[in-house]
């Protein structure tokens, strides 16, 4: 237990002096243009205050609330909308495992699948979007909608009306730089493109047992021709594998 507590402590340093310079540098330029009036008072003030912005954004990348397994459970849904976003592709027993969890704790989920216009995917969004609902109907899971969206998905929560934007990962010994680094620019995003206080991040640790999975490692194992009816609900195993088979192989 003190081992993994330093290994999170000890990424989360990593995180945070990696992201220093970014942060600084993004403070100024976000106080520059939510107040331009003030910032032309003089670079020192304009620094000063971007500095107290990028120490804001600093504090809230080091104290994001992350939920641990085993879930904690909670009496009855809270009555707000949240998200998780990702790539899904495709999606796994891992990705399921917190959906069913946010499923149980809030009344709508949204399951956002995100588009970066500069990757190229071997199978479409709308393909995946149908083979996830596949998952979730196979689960019966019935307030989760499943949707495609092309842009900042901060942008999208607004719109949505989402409370929290959650994110799963493994380990943060695995995840912490690339998540944290996600968090910032979406906080970024927010005060000085959206001008709004940001929306909560809140990490979704995935059961140990699930861990290694990843859509990677389920790609790597329908191109190998290997079983993956323990990564994949078992009436998707002829769906997922019809969509990636042919893609990887």
């Known amino acids: 237990a003190l081992s993994r507590v330093l290994l999170t402590l000890k990424a989360r340093r990593v995180v945070i002096t990696r992201c220093a310079k970014l942060l600084a540098l993004g403070g100024v330029v976000t106080f520059a243009s939510l107040f331009p009036r003030i910032a032309l008072h003089g670079f020192y003030a304009t620094t000063l205050v971007g500095l107290g912005l990028a120490c804001y954004i600093g504090s809230k990348l080091v104290l994001s609330e992350s939920i641990a397994f085993p879930y ?16 899904f592709n495709p999606p796994h027993l891992g990705h399921l495992a917190i959906l069913r969890y946010l499923s149980s704790r809030h009344t709508r989920v949204l399951a956002v699948i995100g588009i970066n216009k500069n990757k190229k995917y071997s199978v479409s969004a709308i393909a995946r979007q149908e083979l996830l609902r ?37 380990s943060w010994r695995k995840d912490a730089l690339e998540e944290k680094m996600l968090e910032c620019l979406n906080m970024f995003g927010q005060l000085a493109i959206g001008r709004r206080y940001p929306i909560p991040t809140v990490y979704v640790h995935a059961d140990p047992r699930m861990e290694h999975f990843s859509s990677t490692y389920l790609r790597k194992c329908l191109a190998s021709g290997k079983d993956v009816s323990h990564i994949v609900p078992a009436g998707a195993v002829d769906f997922v594998s019809a969509l990636y088979k042919a893609k990887v192989s």
């Open 72 to 87: 904690p459970q909670t009496p009855s849904r809270s009555r707000d909308t949240v998200l998780l976003a990702g790539s």
């Open 134 to 170: 596949t998952m979730l109907r196979e689960l019966k899971i019935d307030n989760i909608d499943v949707v495609i969206h092309s842009g900042y998905i901060w942008r999208f929560a607004y719109k949505a009306g989402a409370s929290i934007m959650y994110r799963g990962i493994r």
